[in-house]
């Protein structure tokens, strides 16, 4: 079992950054392949980024390339993802979610946050 708990959303700027944390409990955090997804208002939940267990492989939506960095510290229980040149069309609730592998399709996750918001200003 992994429970996973987000942080850092908040309201910013467009151009601006912002770093979100998901911190998970349980001693086999460092096992799974950890993602990031997001969904807004009216909108179907999408994929943003995932990194492997130990960090070999990391991909990016599309959307996101260039802009956001995603990473994980497994001594701390934590996966991050940094964000950058935030856009309004970025605005939307981010979810941290634990898989077995990586992978883009959110039913592939098992366990999921509760989400933190972030809003982008124009």
């Known amino acids: 079992q992994v429970q996973l708990v987000e942080s850092g959303g908040g309201l910013v700027q467009a151009g601006g950054s912002l770093r979100l944390s998901c911190a998970a409990s349980?001693?086999?955090?460092?096992?799974?392949?950890m993602g990031w997804f997001r969904q807004a208002p009216g909108k179907e939940r999408e994929f943003v980024a995932f990194?492997?267990?130990?960090?070999?492989?990391?991909r990016y939506a599309d959307s996101v390339k260039g802009r956001f960095t995603i990473s994980r510290d497994n001594a701390k229980n934590t996966v991050y993802l940094q964000m950058n040149s935030l856009k309004p069309e970025d605005t939307a609730v981010y979810y941290c979610?634990?898989?077995?592998?990586?992978?883009?399709?959110?039913?592939?996750?098992?366990?999921w946050g509760q989400g933190t918001q972030v809003t982008v200003s124009s």
């Open positions: 349980g001693r086999t955090f460092s096992s799974y392949a």
């Open positions: 990194i492997s267990w130990r960090g070999a492989n990391i």
């Open positions: 979610a634990a898989a077995k592998s990586t992978g883009w399709d959110p039913l592939s996750y098992d366990y």
